[in-house]
Structures are given as C-alpha cells and as structure tokens.
C-alpha cells in the first residue's frame, strides 16, 4: 500500500478555546491584517492617481 491513512480522533477537550492561543493569534493577526489593509488602500490611491 503506497498511502496510509490515519484517522484523527477529536474529543470535546480539543474544541476548547484557550485564551493564550487566542491571544498570540491576535497579537499577530490585527497588525498583520491593518498592514494588509493599509497597503490595498494605498494600491488604491496610487491608482487613481495615475488614471487622471
């Protein structure tokens, strides 16, 4: 058999939501998602800059 197949076996524990998890995915995501959004406004702007 070239593949093997694993099952993944969930239980209730790990659909819990840990709050220091939340928080570092956070400390990162916000800049990160202002940064992207700061960039795509400025893409705008250049743009309609250059087709007056």
């Known amino acids: ?8 076996h969930l239980s209730l524990s790990d659909l819990k939501i840990r709050k220091d998890t939340v ?3 956070l400390s990162i995501g916000i800049p990160v ?10 893409f705008l702007v250049i ?3 250059a087709n007056r």
Do not use: N, Y
């Open 1 to 8: 058999m070239i593949m093997k197949r694993k099952m993944i």
């Open 23 to 25: 928080k570092d995915l």
């Open 33 to 42: 998602a202002c940064q992207d959004g700061f960039i795509q406004v400025s």
């Open 47 to 49: 743009t309609i800059i």
